[in-house]
């Protein structure tokens, strides 16, 4: 009796303890039901933002048309209101020009404030509550804004132009104007509606999306009240002052999955419920319950197996990476001898070769990372025509052993200098070449290299040609499955894993390009990819040839393009070193700089003096830069005054955040005095540039040789130093003994700043190291110097976890003296080469 009363007694409890858990897993599904539905509408509200720019756009389609027809075509600007008028019955168009002549529709700068814009080049969107939506482009003639075009759309038209109600049943959207002055409403729009968004819960939602909007493009919010259920979503929309909030139903978007949710979880209760009961009964009536041999032996086997796939794959890294790591370094030791230049190039091609080859295994080992989508893509400045050289290097070989003709096209015009991730370039690069060689049994394999230019991105655009055995057109759909192989009855005799293409295609993805086939069964393949990559140097890449090598021997010439001896320059960087190359390399344009090491005195010095041009370093201790021209923009007669950033962070993007600041523009450090005289010729009047004097050619600059002959790779690259002091061997001298004298207090100020957990100066200063090295040619510094300022940004992120900021302050504080005393060889290295 008394077991069966603990039996009794066991089941309540243990039913009493599933209930809870029960409503407990309930409301934790709820929640989390919930905040992926927020998800959910917030992508969908993305979607809604790019229709809203979308259905902008489509009228600003035929204005820039008509711009671009006047910039040809000046008398034809009646004709061209007239034409827009006919087209778009609804807009009033009309022309202005800088003094404010008006055509057709007048309008004022006081009723569209941000029209004053166009006069720089920008196409604009405006809005006035008591006249309606304005639209306006520049006409160019030229390199200057002459005429500004527009068209606007009264407040009685808008509700049917841009109104976003027709998206679907449930979504209610309204666009407003930067202050919240309704702009757009949605159909049938009444004083309910204004009772609805003025609700507490609604407006609590609405603040809890703007505050989320602060670090994501749109967001979304669930709501619950004295209205409802509902989902409360906002996005700003691109390029413009507007922005669209809207509303729809909580059971729109999760009531069904509630309805079925719920019955699934009854019968998962019941099933444990009874699974419960047995098992108490089983525990009752049995008290242990030996592991049979049989599953102890499979289990044993599992384990075996699993162990033994572990060990395979770390013996196999360590058998591929373990003789490349062989080659490579005794190459290294053959490229620190003295050797012929055509053995010297043999040893190079080797070490291009197995770095590359060396990058691809250990990404194909780490098949987990490409599984679960941790591949990470690392952008760096890089030169085109290496990479190139790089994959020819490697495939040509192979080529040659099937005796194919491997042929390679590059167009001379395209800029070399690129910003992105040149590993996965290369790694795409050839296995897309590694595929065309595999499945051309003779023949030709052509990679023809391409592009198209939109002010500082190349769309770069990559075509490997081959004469192969093609492929039919139902295999096309599986043609980036991983680990496919495709006509196995006919290629059973071709290696290969099937990887290959499957890692090209998620590359691409991940780094906002995209592929595409053209095959015909029989005949042949072209696999064409086009890849984003900013641009930070527009040098062209040439006549490119594989064998070509720079002439390393070659005497520099330089002389600027212009001088302005009135022109007045204000330099503001808090780093001595950059304010002196930045001075010394405007010496030869005869302009009269001013330095400032700080935004107070940055400031101080626009008070007592009228400046054309103010190159403003970004990143300051105490004001930065963006602060700075904030207040400067409040000075009076700053009007006319251009600002310039200087930063060492020039990532995509970059330009747009300036120009959002208030920068006319910005300057990626370090620079080239051509990047510096170009963007000075651009912002100074015209009236203060003169034409110089020819002058004779400077007799070639000697390049001082590193002290060390034991390395072929020094730490300090005088050739690169010179590259940003216009080959001038006094200034690279001056900037070689600034570094050293500089170094001491700097490492000591870093030190100290590790010490204090005063991350904000650390990345300032870790920031301003990573700028220096490199002006002074130190590549290895440099590259070390941007990693730890990359986990100091990672450490200060909003949205970084514990486990994140953990990881990298380990980082930081492991990679820290290594830093410093490379720092510290550096300094010492450029004051011996300063000495010479």
Same mark, same amino acid.
């Given at each position: 009796m008394?077991?069966?009363?603990?039996?009794?007694?066991?089941?309540?409890?243990?039913?009493?303890?599933?209930?809870?858990?029960?409503?407990? @897993? %309930?409301?934790?599904?709820v929640?989390?039901?919930? $905040?992926?539905?927020?998800?959910?509408?917030?992508?969908? +509200?993305?979607?809604?933002?790019?229709?809203?720019?979308?259905?902008?756009?489509?009228?600003?389609?035929?204005?820039?048309?008509?711009?671009? !027809?006047?910039?040809?075509?000046?008398e034809?600007?009646?004709?061209?209101?007239?034409?827009?008028?006919?087209?778009?019955?609804?807009?009033?168009?009309?022309?202005?020009?800088?003094?404010?002549?008006?055509?057709?529709?007048?309008?004022?700068?006081?009723?569209?404030?941000?029209?004053?814009?166009?006069?720089?080049?920008?196409?604009?969107?405006?809005?006035?509550?008591? @006249?309606?939506?304005?639209?306006?482009?520049?006409?160019?003639?030229?390199?200057?804004?002459?005429?500004? &075009?527009?068209?606007i759309?009264?407040?009685?038209?808008?509700?049917q132009?841009?109104?976003?109600?027709?998206?679907?049943?449930?979504? /209610?959207?309204?666009?407003?104007?930067?202050d919240?002055?309704?702009?757009?409403?949605?159909?049938?729009?009444?004083?309910?509606?204004?009772?609805?968004?003025?609700?507490?819960?609604?407006?609590?939602?609405?603040?809890?999306?703007?505050?989320?909007?602060?670090?994501?493009?749109?967001?979304?919010?669930?709501?619950?009240?004295?209205?409802?259920?509902?989902?409360?979503?906002?996005?700003?929309?691109?390029?413009?002052?507007?922005?669209?909030?809207?509303?729809?139903?909580?059971s729109?978007?999760?009531?069904?999955? @509630?309805?079925?949710?719920?019955?699934?979880?009854?019968?998962?209760?019941?099933?444990l419920?009874?699974?419960?009961?047995?098992?108490?009964?089983?525990?009752?009536? %049995?008290?242990?319950?030996?592991?049979?041999?049989?599953?102890?032996?499979?289990?044993?086997?599992a384990?075996?197996?699993?162990?033994? $796939?572990?060990q395979?794959?770390?013996?196999?890294?360590?058998?591929?990476?373990?003789?490349?790591?062989?080659?490579?370094?005794?190459?290294?030791?053959?490229?620190?001898?003295?050797?012929?230049? *055509?053995?010297?190039?043999?040893?190079?091609?080797?070490?291009?070769?197995t770095?590359?080859?060396?990058?691809?295994?250990?990404?194909? &080992?780490?098949?987990?990372?490409?599984?679960?989508? !941790?591949? *990470?893509?690392?952008?760096?400045?890089?030169?085109?025509?290496?990479?190139?050289?790089?994959?020819?290097?490697?495939?040509g070989?192979?080529?040659?052993?099937?005796?194919?003709?491997?042929?390679?096209?590059?167009?001379?015009?395209?800029?070399?200098?690129?910003?992105?991730?040149?590993?996965r370039?290369?790694?795409?690069?050839i296995?897309?070449l590694?595929?065309?060689?595999?499945?051309?049994?003779?023949?030709?394999?052509?990679?023809?290299?391409?592009?198209?230019?939109?002010?500082?991105?190349?769309?770069?655009?990559?075509?490997?040609?081959?004469?192969?055995i093609?492929?039919?057109?139902?295999?096309?759909?599986?043609?980036?499955?991983?680990?496919?192989?495709?006509?196995?009855?006919?290629?059973?005799? @071709?290696?290969?894993?099937?990887?290959?293409?499957?890692? +090209?295609?998620?590359?691409?993805?991940?780094?906002?390009?995209?592929?595409?086939?053209?095959?015909?069964?029989?005949?042949?393949?072209?696999? +064409?990819?086009?890849?984003?990559?900013?641009? !930070?140097?527009?040098?062209?890449?040439?006549?490119?040839?594989?064998? =070509?090598?720079?002439? &390393?021997?070659?005497?520099?010439?330089?002389?600027?393009?212009?001088?302005?001896?009135?022109a007045?320059?204000?330099?503001?960087?808090?780093?001595?070193?950059?304010?002196f190359?930045?001075s010394?390399?405007?010496?030869?344009?005869?302009?009269?700089?001013?330095?400032?090491?700080?935004?107070?005195?940055?400031?101080?010095?626009?008070?007592e003096?009228?400046?054309?041009?103010?190159?403003?370093?970004?990143?300051?201790?105490?004001?930065n830069?963006? *602060?700075?021209?904030?207040? =400067? $923009?409040?000075?009076?007669?700053?009007? =006319?005054?251009?600002?310039?950033?200087?930063?060492?962070?020039?990532?995509?993007?970059?330009?747009?955040?300036?120009?959002?600041?208030?920068?006319?523009?910005?300057l990626?450090?370090?620079?080239?005095?051509?990047?510096?005289?170009?963007?000075?010729?651009?912002?100074?009047?015209?009236?203060?540039?003169?034409?110089?004097?020819?002058?004779?050619?400077?007799?070639?600059?000697?390049?001082?040789?590193?002290?060390?002959? #034991?390395?072929?790779?020094?730490?300090?690259?005088?050739?690169?130093?010179?590259?940003?002091?216009?080959?001038?061997?006094?200034?690279?001298?001056?900037?070689?003994?600034?570094? !050293?004298?500089?170094?001491?207090?700097?490492?000591?100020?870093?030190?100290?700043?590790? #010490?204090?957990?005063?991350?904000?100066?650390?990345?300032?200063?870790i920031?301003?190291?990573?700028?220096?090295?490199?002006?002074?040619?130190?590549?290895? &510094?440099?590259?070390?110097?941007?990693?730890?300022?990359?986990?100091?940004?990672d450490?200060?992120?909003?949205?970084?976890t514990?486990?994140?900021?953990? %990881?990298?302050?380990?980082y930081?504080?492991?990679? /820290?003296?290594?830093?410093?005393?490379?720092?510290?060889?550096?300094?010492?290295?450029?004051?011996?080469?300063?000495?010479?």
């Amino acid at each position: 009796m008394n077991n069966r009363k603990k039996m009794l007694l066991t089941i309540l409890m243990t039913l009493f303890l599933i209930f809870l858990s029960g409503v407990f @897993i %309930q409301q934790r599904i709820v929640n989390m039901l919930n $905040k992926a539905a927020e998800h959910s509408v917030a992508r969908q +509200t993305e979607d809604l933002s790019m229709l809203a720019g979308e259905r902008f756009r489509r009228f600003l389609t035929p204005l820039q048309t008509a711009a671009k !027809h006047l910039s040809e075509h000046e008398e034809d600007k009646a004709d061209m209101l007239k034409m827009l008028v006919q087209q778009n019955p609804l807009g009033q168009a009309g022309l202005i020009d800088f003094q404010h002549h008006t055509l057709g529709r007048s309008v004022s700068n006081s009723s569209f404030p941000r029209l004053q814009l166009a006069f720089h080049g920008n196409t604009i969107i405006d809005y006035n509550p008591d @006249i309606g939506i304005l639209l306006a482009t520049p006409v160019i003639y030229g390199d200057n804004v002459r005429y500004v &075009l527009y068209q606007i759309y009264p407040i009685s038209i808008l509700p049917q132009l841009f109104a976003l109600s027709d998206y679907d049943a449930f979504t /209610h959207v309204i666009i407003q104007y930067h202050d919240g002055t309704l702009a757009v409403p949605y159909e049938n729009y009444t004083t309910e509606d204004t009772k609805f968004w003025a609700d507490d819960t609604i407006q609590e939602g609405m603040r809890e999306v703007h505050r989320r909007l602060e670090r994501n493009k749109a967001a979304a919010v669930y709501t619950e009240g004295a209205e409802g259920k509902y989902f409360v979503f906002g996005a700003d929309l691109p390029q413009t002052d507007f922005s669209l909030i809207g509303y729809m139903p909580w059971s729109a978007v999760a009531g069904q999955i @509630i309805s079925i949710y719920q019955r699934v979880f009854f019968l998962f209760t019941l099933m444990l419920i009874l699974f419960a009961c047995l098992s108490i009964y089983l525990l009752m009536a %049995q008290t242990s319950v030996a592991e049979t041999e049989e599953l102890r032996q499979a289990r044993q086997a599992a384990d075996a197996a699993n162990q033994a $796939k572990s060990q395979f794959l770390a013996n196999m890294s360590h058998e591929i990476r373990t003789p490349l790591n062989a080659i490579s370094g005794m190459n290294e030791m053959i490229l620190r001898q003295e050797l012929p230049r *055509e053995v010297r190039q043999y040893a190079s091609n080797i070490r291009s070769a197995t770095t590359a080859l060396l990058t691809i295994i250990n990404e194909i &080992l780490d098949f987990s990372k490409i599984e679960s989508g !941790h591949m *990470e893509i690392v952008p760096t400045d890089y030169q085109l025509t290496q990479v190139l050289r790089e994959v020819c290097t490697l495939v040509g070989v192979r080529a040659q052993t099937k005796n194919l003709d491997f042929r390679i096209n590059v167009d001379a015009e395209l800029p070399n200098g690129l910003h992105g991730d040149a590993g996965r370039l290369r790694q795409i690069l050839i296995n897309l070449l590694n595929n065309a060689i595999k499945y051309t049994p003779s023949g030709s394999v052509t990679l023809d290299i391409s592009g198209q230019q939109l002010k500082n991105t190349l769309y770069l655009q990559a075509a490997v040609t081959d004469t192969g055995i093609g492929i039919r057109e139902e295999d096309k759909d599986r043609l980036f499955h991983v680990f496919e192989r495709l006509d196995l009855k006919r290629n059973c005799q @071709i290696e290969g894993t099937g990887l290959g293409l499957a890692i +090209t295609h998620r590359l691409l993805t991940m780094m906002n390009g995209s592929i595409k086939v053209d095959s015909t069964y029989g005949q042949g393949s072209v696999f +064409t990819i086009e890849l984003p990559q900013e641009i !930070h140097s527009f040098e062209p890449v040439g006549a490119f040839s594989v064998n =070509a090598q720079p002439d &390393l021997d070659a005497g520099l010439r330089h002389q600027s393009s212009f001088i302005a001896p009135a022109a007045q320059v204000l330099i503001v960087d808090d780093n001595d070193m950059n304010c002196f190359v930045a001075s010394s390399l405007l010496k030869e344009t005869q302009m009269q700089t001013v330095i400032a090491h700080s935004g107070a005195e940055a400031l101080k010095a626009l008070q007592e003096k009228h400046f054309h041009v103010v190159l403003l370093d970004y990143m300051m201790p105490g004001m930065n830069g963006v *602060e700075t021209l904030h207040k =400067a $923009k409040q000075l009076p007669n700053i009007g =006319a005054t251009r600002f310039i950033a200087l930063t060492a962070t020039a990532i995509s993007g970059s330009r747009e955040k300036f120009l959002r600041e208030g920068f006319d523009n910005y300057l990626s450090k370090p620079m080239t005095g051509d990047e510096l005289s170009v963007m000075l010729h651009q912002y100074l009047p015209p009236e203060l540039i003169q034409q110089p004097l020819p002058s004779p050619a400077p007799a070639p600059v000697e390049v001082k040789k590193p002290t060390s002959t #034991a390395d072929a790779t020094p730490l300090i690259d005088p050739k690169l130093g010179l590259t940003y002091c216009n080959n001038m061997q006094a200034i690279y001298d001056k900037v070689l003994t600034l570094f !050293h004298d500089q170094s001491a207090d700097r490492i000591a100020q870093m030190d100290q700043d590790l #010490a204090r957990d005063n991350w904000q100066d650390y990345r300032i200063n870790i920031h301003a190291l990573k700028s220096t090295a490199l002006t002074i040619g130190c590549r290895t &510094l440099n590259q070390k110097a941007k990693e730890q300022e990359q986990a100091v940004k990672d450490y200060l992120a909003e949205d970084a976890t514990a486990s994140q900021q953990q %990881q990298a302050m380990d980082y930081i504080r492991q990679n /820290h003296a290594d830093i410093m005393n490379l720092y510290r060889q550096a300094a010492a290295l450029a004051t011996s080469q300063s000495a010479e």
